[in-house]
C-alpha cells in the first residue's frame, strides 16, 4: 500500500496556465508538508499543515495556494505558472510528537511549463 | 536560522569498498534531530538513517553509520561494503520541532558507484 502518494507524476504545461497537485497519505499522520527541488536538486519547504492548519509558510509567491480538505489530503494549486516554477514538487507528512518526526515522502511530481 | 552544508558535490566509490559523505550544519539548539535520505535516480526520498542530537551514540543501520560530533556540528555519513544500489543523490537534514516541523537540507552529494 502507497504510504504517500501525490498526482500527477508528471505534468507539462503552458506558462499561464492554472494547475493543481494533489497528494494523500494513509499513515494517519497530523502534518503534511509541500517541498519544492529545483533543477539544482536543492530541496525547500514550501508549506506544512497540522491539522488542516496552515503552520509554514516560506515566502512562496501567492500564485501558490495549498488546501487540506482533512489532515489526510493536501493539495497545491498553482496559478499563472511562470517557467520558474518547472521544479519537482514533493509531499511528505508525518506525526508530530513521535520520537523523530519522521518525514515519509511521496513519489514527487515533475512539473514543466513550457 | 538553521543551514545545513554539504561540501562534496559528487563523490565515486569502488565496488565493496566504504565511503564517507560530509555534512556540517549551524544552529543554537541544543535537541534536534538529523537525517540522511538518499534519492535514487527513481526520485523517491528514501530515509537512511536519524540520529537524535541528546544521544552521544551514533546511530548505524546495517552497512550504514553516521559519525555524530555535537561540538563541531558535524553529521557525516559512512557507507560501508559500497553496491550498486547504493548510487544516488544523498542529503543530509536538519529538524527541531520548533520550525514547524520542517526539514533543512543540504545541497546533496552524488554518489556513483563503480564496478
Known amino acids: 500500500d502507497t504510504a504517500v502518494s501525490q498526482t500527477p507524476k508528471y505534468l507539462v504545461t503552458q506558462m499561464g496556465n492554472d494547475k493543481s497537485i494533489k497528494c494523500e497519505q494513509n499513515?494517519?499522520?497530523?502534518?503534511m508538508y509541500w517541498y519544492k527541488q529545483d533543477s539544482k536538486k536543492f530541496l525547500k519547504i514550501m508549506f506544512s499543515?497540522?491539522?488542516?492548519?496552515?503552520?509554514i509558510n516560506e515566502t512562496v509567491p501567492n500564485r501558490f495556494s495549498p488546501k487540506s480538505p482533512d489532515k489526510a489530503h493536501l493539495n497545491l494549486h498553482i496559478n499563472s505558472l511562470e517557467l520558474g516554477d518547472s521544479a519537482v514538487y514533493f509531499c511528505?507528512?508525518?506525526?508530530?510528537?513521535?520520537?523523530?518526526?519522521?518525514?515519509?515522502f511521496g513519489p514527487g511530481t515533475r512539473l514543466t511549463v513550457t | 536560522a538553521q543551514t545545513v552544508t554539504q561540501s562534496q558535490p559528487e563523490m565515486s566509490v569502488q565496488e565493496a569498498e566504504t565511503v564517507t559523505l560530509s555534512c556540517t550544519y549551524d544552529?543554537?539548539?541544543?535537541?534536534?534531530?538529523l537525517f540522511w535520505y538518499k534519492q535514487p535516480p527513481s526520485r523517491q526520498m528514501i530515509l537512511v538513517i536519524r540520529?537524535?542530537?541528546?544521544?552521544?551514540q551514533n546511530a548505524t543501520e546495517n552497512r550504514f553509520s553516521v559519525n555524530f560530533q555535537k561540538a563541531a556540528k558535524s553529521f557525516s555519513l559512512k557507507i560501508s561494503d559500497s553496491q550498486l544500489g547504493d548510487a544516488a543523490m544523498y542529503f543530509c537534514?536538519?529538524?527541531?520541532?520548533?520550525?514547524?516541523?520542517?526539514?533543512?537540507f543540504g545541497q546533496g552529494t552524488e554518489l556513483s558507484v563503480k564496478p
Open positions: 511528505a507528512s508525518s506525526q508530530v510528537g513521535t520520537v523523530s518526526y519522521e518525514q515519509y
Open positions: 544552529t543554537s539548539e541544543s535537541d534536534y534531530y
Open positions: 540520529q537524535e542530537a541528546y544521544k552521544q
Open positions: 537534514a536538519y529538524h527541531h520541532y520548533n520550525q514547524g516541523g520542517k526539514l533543512i
Open positions: 499543515y497540522n491539522n488542516k492548519e496552515l503552520i
Open positions: 499513515l494517519g499522520h497530523d502534518t
